[in-house]
């Protein structure tokens, strides 16, 4: 029984505005707030200090109600939400569609991006250097433009907003609502998480999601937390490939295509603002982190149209796709230390690589144990869709045209990571002719997968046949993580 149904919980706000931890103690009599910088711990594994520090949780977390009774994911009615690319809140792509009968899921592996954000600090100074052209023009000429004459910048940098601490929580209490047969007293979730704050807050929130929709009968933790920093070896983040070189140059031959009639509205509207086209993605973003800030649509949404927004799209689809995606020869290796984690899980084997991940970690049954039935990993954006390129999902049979989208096109940000996006891999025990069988399904946002590469193109895949089809990353990226690095 879920006895929060339809009342989602977030972290609490501090005195700051910001969200924050609270910790219970183990008497049950005393609350503890917790500094947003560090959480409650129940454990401290330091192991190979040099490189990463391991955080073990306790399991006690209490938050309390910041939206109201009936409120949904979906914060918005308007059809353009879908098309901010990595800024769109999460929904499900395709109807959730359970296995074929006859077959049974075993394991479930999460890998889910954090929750709705403020926009990072340096994004937030490149949208308020375009905010201030319109805000500095000497008068307006279209009523849609009225409310810039009291507006003031009221957005955060980075952390998480309560709108995607409360989609975490969601996700955990769907994911136990489909997957709570898996999970019993002494087999909980094991949950890791990236050291970003957003993420871990995001981690937080799922776990009491997933508890409150068992009705306290399970509180699964955080088990792992590791580091972003530049010396720790981290599966859940791209930072180690410095050699790494994203190409902006075709998304932005889009964006100076798409913008022209942007820009000449704006400076009629606005004049002597003097907008360019490299302003306008910034202010078109603006859409997104107001209105899932304010969970309401911001008046920004209101100066563009849903084709707009579609053009928008793609401009984010090809700035992932030349970051960590195949667009970049040292993309999707950045994801394959997970992988060869994934393939572990799957296989109950100890891990297998020498790119991202941590041996020390990985090999311990403690930090990395491989008789879990749900685990669960949380990352950021850019790390997921290397993830995806380095399995071989989404494949291309052609770059894309950066004069042109194509409606064919199958690499749509917003349907990969939006705010709160997830990959579940499924292990499922199918029989045939009386004889069972291990097989393999991948789901992005609920989008049943393929797998055209180790099956039938039906999106059940045998486990061998998966894993003989992962050689990239059974290969450690076949030379290109050794290209990551300066000779």
């Known amino acids: 029984m879920d006895k929060n149904a339809g009342y989602p919980l977030v972290l609490p706000l501090s005195s700051s505005g910001k969200p924050q931890a609270v910790a219970y103690d183990d008497s049950g009599l005393i609350y503890h707030r917790v500094p947003s910088s560090s959480f409650p711990v129940r454990k401290a594994v330091s192991i190979s200090l040099a490189l990463l520090m391991v955080l073990l949780f306790g399991h006690h977390v209490q938050l309390v109600p910041r939206l109201a009774s009936g409120s949904k994911s979906h914060i918005l009615s308007s059809e353009s939400q879908r098309f901010w690319g990595p800024y769109s809140p999460y929904y499900s792509v395709e109807e959730y569609q359970p296995p074929p009968n006859g077959c049974s899921i075993t394991q479930v592996n999460i890998l889910q991006r954090h929750g709705a954000r403020y926009p990072t600090s340096g994004a937030s100074k490149e949208i308020q250097a375009s905010l201030q052209k319109l805000l500095n023009a000497s008068k307006y000429t279209d009523m849609k433009l009225e409310f810039l004459r009291s507006y003031q910048w009221h957005l955060g940098e980075a952390d998480l907003v309560p709108f995607g601490a409360t989609q975490s929580f969601q996700s955990g209490a769907e994911i136990y609502h489909r997957y709570g047969h898996l999970v019993d007293d002494h087999m909980l979730p094991f949950v890791r998480a990236s050291g970003g ?30 580091p972003e920093t530049e010396t720790s070896n981290n599966t859940l983040e791209d930072h180690m490939c410095p050699n790494s070189r994203a190409s902006q140059d075709e998304a932005n031959i889009w964006r100076d295509m798409f913008s022209v009639s942007i820009v000449h509205r704006l400076n009629t509207a606005a004049v002597g603002a003097e907008i360019l086209s490299e302003d306008i993605p910034g202010l078109m973003s603006l859409c997104a982190f107001e209105t899932v800030f304010e969970e309401k649509e911001s008046q920004f949404c209101d100066l563009f149209s849903l084709k707009e927004f579609q053009a928008y799209d793609y401009y984010q689809d090809l700035l992932k796709y030349y970051k960590t995606g195949y667009g970049n020869p040292l993309g999707r290796v950045q994801g394959v230390g997970y992988v060869n984690e994934l393939l572990a ?107 055209a590469f180790c099956g039938a193109g039906d999106g059940l895949c045998g486990l061998e046949a998966f894993v003989e089809s992962q050689i990239y990353a059974r290969r450690n990226g076949v030379g290109d993580f050794e290209k990551c690095f300066p000779e």
């Open 197 to 226: 704050d957003r993420v871990v807050k995001s981690a937080v929130n799922w776990t009491a999601g997933f508890a409150d929709a068992s009705g306290q009968l399970y509180h699964p933790s955080i088990s792992v937390i590791i």
């Open 345 to 451: 899980r799957l296989r109950g084997r100890p891990v297998e690589d020498s790119t991202q991940t941590n041996s020390t970690l990985d090999s311990s049954p403690i930090t990395f144990p491989l008789n879990r039935t749900v685990y669960a990993d949380f990352s950021h954006d850019n790390e997921m869709v290397a993830i995806y390129s380095a399995l071989g999902l989404f494949p291309q049979t052609h770059p894309p045209n950066p004069t042109r989208a194509d409606p064919r096109w199958t690499w749509v940000v917003s349907r990969l990571v939006p705010f709160s996006g997830r990959m579940i891999t499924e292990k499922v025990q199918c029989s045939e002719a009386g004889i069972p069988g291990d097989f393999i399904r991948i789901l992005i946002n609920d989008a049943i997968q393929p797998l």
